[in-house]
């Protein structure tokens, strides 16, 4: 259940972004939003880990930065994979947008999924 919420959430933001940067990110609607949750979940659930492990020296140098940038790749994959319906203009802007969803889901998770762990 705590899955099918993640994706929900992300699909929000993914709709907000889309919303906030129109010349940077392509959204054709809501089901490509969620469309596009769910596959970035699943990157996250097989290449993150994999992209975690080979960049390991870079990250703990950059005291756990770089981890931005393997969020921003596993974007980029996601525009990738959903073709024209999911589009982001270039790599730095994976790059901010991965920074705006890990804060958001910070956020998200320390107020509304902690309530639901009680």
Known sequence: MRWIIGILI???FFVA??????????LSGIGAAIGASAVLSLLNIIVKPILILLTLPVTILSLGLFLFVINAITLSLTD???GS???ISSFSMCLL????LSICNIIVQNTVLRGEKR
């Not at 972004?17 to 392509?26: M, R, S, T």
């Open 85 to 87: 319906s999911f589009e």
């Open 10 to 12: 992300n699909a929000i």
């Open 97 to 100: 947008f991965s920074i705006f």
């Open 80 to 82: 990738r994979l959903m």
């Open 17 to 26: 972004l889309a919303g906030l940067f129109q010349d940077y990110f392509y």
